[in-house]
């Protein structure tokens, strides 16, 4: 195939108002979290989402933790999450005393196995942490049914479906405490950063203050809890703003990307394209990921070496959190197999899906599929 600038796996659109308000910021001097631009981030990023109250926050892992803390999950707490996700969403559980009990994940969608939550739910649980992965939301309205039937609490991880909906409810409205993040890739950027969005007046105070080191606010520097420093800046909120913006605009280009990968890859052999649709949402494609097929005689890192070679960046799926050494070592997920989530962390990766991808580059990317599944 034909050679030219390697292609990465993500690359950012700041052509907005980035850098204006940028400007902004440093002309007026306001660069800490105290500046006008976060408490308008928060104010119309929640309206966006149609919750009452935004808390931005450093990243989007910070968000998990604070959202544990806020609810109160603690030691001898059980909550119900994905083993295909993010570390971070069993880190905010362990680091919060609690446990995190695991479900597969669709062999199709890549989100979590609804119909395996219930048997999962003991007496100790006490939340349901759904998380949208790549591009399509979980079936939300089951688990809503099951929360309700058992009493428990749901928080949810928005982070990689910013500007999707569930059966035209925007993702990031289901939770008690919902939870989105702006690393680069995200389809609204502030080059690292996060956000925590509720209804309910005192967690979305909690969280403000647990991000704020719990300063006591008619005493500052005395502390009745522990919290954090996870306050995000007045210039990573300048981004936010300008990126908000432009959020309908980004959701058609990653559907354009999305269409255009499926057209270009549908006549490639041994490879899994993604969900386009289901009943409750369209893909909005974070990331566009693949998945080998069995018959393919190598494995998603061998794949993904290859197309480094043809200068296509990757990225592999998520490992499983009951294969992660670090809680194998604390004595967690002992002897449980989810083989969904372990096959697809084997065999899927995910090609060039930023927001700046180009028409050729997105040629050569199927071009390259083409060549090492020949
Ligand atoms: C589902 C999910 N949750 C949480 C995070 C963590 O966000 P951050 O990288 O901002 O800490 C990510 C990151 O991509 C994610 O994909």
Redesign the pocket.
């Known amino acids: 195939m034909s050679g030219g600038n390697p292609i990465p796996v993500n690359q950012p659109l700041l052509d907005g108002n980035e850098e204006k308000y940028l400007v902004e910021c440093i002309r007026t001097g306001w660069i800490s979290s105290e500046g006008p631009f976060v408490a308008r981030f928060e104010e119309q990023f929640a309206a966006r989402v149609g919750r009452k109250h935004g808390v931005a926050v450093?990243?989007?892992?910070?968000?998990?933790d604070a959202a544990v803390v806020a609810l109160d999950i603690g030691a001898g707490d059980e909550v119900i999450m994905p083993t295909s996700?993010?570390i971070?969403?069993a880190a905010a559980v362990v680091r919060a005393g609690a446990k995190p009990v695991l479900v597969d994940c669709d062999a199709d969608t890549w989100n979590m196995d609804i119909g395996a939550v219930e048997s999962r739910i003991t007496p100790r649980t006490r939340a349901v942490m759904a998380?949208?992965?790549f591009g399509l939301p979980v079936d939300m309205d089951p688990l809503l049914s099951l929360a309700r039937k058992h009493g428990l609490k749901l928080i949810e991880?928005?982070?990689?479906l910013i500007g999707q909906t569930y059966r035209g409810r925007p993702c990031g409205s289901f939770g008690e405490l919902s939870?989105?993040?702006?690393?680069p890739?995200?389809h609204v950027t502030t080059g690292?950063?996060?956000m925590i969005v509720t209804d309910d007046d005192a967690l979305a105070e909690k969280c403000r203050s647990l991000r704020n080191l719990c300063f006591k606010p008619e005493q500052r520097f005395v502390h009745d809890e522990l919290g954090w420093n996870f306050r995000l800046s007045n210039l990573q909120a300048a981004l936010g703003v300008a990126q908000l913006e432009r959020l309908d605009a980004s959701v058609a280009i990653k559907r354009r990307m999305g269409a255009r990968y499926a057209q270009l890859l549908k006549g490639t052999r041994g490879i899994q394209l993604p969900v386009a649709s289901t009943p409750y949402a369209d893909n909005i494609y974070?990331v566009y990921g693949l998945v080998l097929d069995d018959w393919v005689p190598f494995d998603a890192k061998e794949a993904m070496a290859r197309l480094a070679r043809l200068g296509i960046g990757t990225r592999p799926f998520?490992w499983p959190m009951h294969e992660q050494p670090v809680f194998t070592k604390m004595g967690l997920f002992g002897g449980e197999s989810h083989p969904n989530a372990e096959r697809i962390a084997r065999r899927g990766f995910y090609i060039p899906s930023g927001m700046a991808l180009q028409e050729d580059q997105a040629v050569r990317v199927a071009s390259a599929l083409g060549e090492i599944l020949r």
Do not use: P, Q, R
């Open positions: 450093a990243n989007g892992s910070v968000a998990l996700t993010i971070s969403c998380v949208h992965i991880d928005a982070a990689e939870t989105f993040s702006f690393y890739n995200k690292e950063g996060g974070w998520f």
